[in-house]
């Protein structure tokens, strides 16, 4: 199993980035997806996920209306599209299948 973040980057407060994970080595369509986040000093944090369909979707509290979760099954891909980002959206984000995690790409909100 091979995960690989991308997208992750510096933007302003109330700015937009949208992360990739390109997954391999398992059936992508037959499994939900996650993506966590861990800021500095905290504990890994479960952001967002959906099912292998892509027809379920559950958010953080912190995030919901914010973030939108999708996945692309033709490239074996899941998205996190962040908008209004907020200084404490500031971390580490990991894309993770059962035990599986990726390497991770930073977010950093910083005006």
């Known amino acids: 199993v091979q995960l690989v973040e991308s997208g992750g980057g510096l933007v302003q407060p109330g700015g937009s980035l949208r992360l990739s994970c390109a997954a391999s080595?398992?059936?992508?369509?037959?499994?939900?997806m996650n993506w966590y986040r861990q800021a500095p000093g905290k504990e890994r944090e479960l952001v967002a996920r959906i099912s292998g369909a892509g027809f379920s979707t559950n958010y953080a509290d912190s995030v919901k209306g914010r973030f939108t979760i999708s996945r692309d099954n033709r490239k074996d891909t899941v998205y996190l599209q962040m908008n209004s980002l907020k200084l404490e959206d500031t971390a580490v984000y990991y894309c993770n299948y059962r035990e599986s995690w990726g390497q991770g790409t930073q977010v950093t909100v910083s005006s």
């Open positions: 080595g398992f059936t992508f369509s037959s499994y939900a």
